[in-house]
């Protein structure tokens, strides 16, 4: 049972960076598909990235080129680095797991973490 846990999340002005950190417990197997979800208020919850087993990443359209997912085994550790943000980017952000060696074909995450929030003002 992996239990992932979310960090690095704060206020920032537009412009600025954050980096988001997801702890893991439980990673000996390095096949799962990793991701970043965000979800602001009102608003259905939106897939952000994701890296697969071999370090391949995936990018919504809204990010892609500003943000920057990449896992450390070493460290049971996933990372979202976020650049150029906007206040349209703020959103309570998750990390979420699937034990599958690629992401593509991944629907449904089963494991999730509880979020933590950006904020990002004009």
């Known amino acids: 049972q992996l239990q992932l846990r979310e960090s690095g999340g704060g206020s920032v002005q537009a412009g600025g960076s954050l980096r988001l950190s997801c702890r893991i417990s439980t990673y000996a197997d390095t096949r799962y598909c990793m991701g970043w979800f965000r979800q602001a208020p009102g608003k259905q919850r939106e897939r952000v990235a994701l890296v697969n087993s071999y370090g391949d990443t995936m990018y919504a359209d809204s990010v892609q080129s500003r943000f920057s997912i990449s896992k450390d085994n070493a460290k049971n550790s996933l990372y979202l680095q976020m650049n150029s943000l906007t206040p349209e980017d703020t959103a309570m952000y998750y990390c979420?797991?699937?034990?599958?060696?690629?992401?593509?074909?991944?629907?449904?995450?089963?494991?999730w973490g509880q979020g933590t929030q950006v904020t990002v003002s004009s």
């Open positions: 979420a797991a699937q034990p599958s060696t690629y992401c593509s074909g991944v629907v449904d995450f089963t494991y």
